[in-house]
């Protein structure tokens, strides 16, 4: 079992920034793929990005070339770097981790973007 705890999360207004991160609470050995979802009110929950332990990268459509994602893994921790938010990022964020057959959710954190 792998806890995560994202933070970060707030209210911030359109145009802006956030800086969400994610701490494993404990060192991941071997090939891993950490990233975000999220899921809006009323919506289904849809993958952000993610980032393989080798630092390879993916986005969705949606937020290409408005969010970074990035690794340190000598802190287990995973950021999403997002500017130019927009009213509909608005979300709940959820950090995700992937380990061979394994899938680990964090708590998620609320972002709000106002207009």
């Known amino acids: 079992q792998v806890q995560l705890v994202e933070s970060g999360g707030g209210l911030v207004q359109a145009g802006g920034s956030r800086r969400l991160s994610c701490a494993a609470a404990r060192s991941i050995f071997g090939m891993n793929v950490m990233g975000w979802d999220r899921q809006a009110p009323g919506k289904q929950r849809e993958w952000v990005a993610d980032?393989?332990?080798?630092?390879?990268?993916n986005y969705a459509g949606s937020v290409k070339g408005r969010f970074t994602i990035s690794r340190d893994n000598r802190k287990n921790t995973v950021y999403l770097q997002m500017n130019s938010l927009k009213p509909e990022d608005t979300a709940v964020y959820y950090c995700t981790l992937k380990v061979g057959p394994n899938d680990y959710w964090g708590q998620g954190t609320q972002v709000t973007v106002s207009s």
């Open positions: 980032i393989t332990s080798a630092g390879g990268t």
